[in-house]
């Protein structure tokens, strides 16, 4: 089990930024990717923002390409969404993931790679 706690959303107004952050516990963080999805109501599970690895592959959801920024800071096993520009789309609960990359089935750019998930955190748009 790798826990996950997000933290950082709350009510902001369109055009104004977040910062969202999961923190991981456990000696072994920089053997998961880590991803962003968000679930709005009445639909899908969206990726919003994945990384594999320091200095490895970033993928962004097209709805955020350009507003958002996914990092990670494996000496402090948390990564972080950076949101800005943001519109009342973007509503939603943000959940974080992780993907361990040695598991048979990992697959980092899709919700059924992952393995762990935090309870999620809320973010609200206002227009």
């Known amino acids: 089990q790798v826990p996950l706690v997000e933290s950082g959303g709350g009510l902001v107004r369109a055009g104004g930024s977040l910062r969202l952050s999961c923190a991981a516990s456990?000696?072994?963080?920089?053997?998961?990717?880590m991803g962003w999805f968000r679930q709005a109501p009445g639909k899908e599970r969206e990726s919003v923002a994945a990384?594999?690895?320091?200095?490895?592959?970033?993928l962004y959801g097209d709805s955020v390409k350009g507003r958002f920024t996914i990092s990670r800071d494996d000496l402090k096993n948390t990564v972080y969404l950076q949101m800005s520009n943001l519109t009342p789309e973007d509503t939603a609960v943000y959940y974080c993931?992780?993907?361990?990359?040695?598991?048979?089935?990992?697959?980092?750019?899709?919700?059924?790679?992952?393995?762990?998930w935090g309870q999620g955190t809320q973010v609200t748009v206002s227009s």
């Open positions: 990384i594999e690895r320091v200095g490895g592959r970033i």
């Open positions: 993931g992780a993907a361990d990359r040695f598991w048979g089935n990992y697959n980092f750019e899709d919700s059924s790679g992952y393995h762990f």
């Open positions: 456990g000696r072994t963080f920089s053997r998961y990717a």
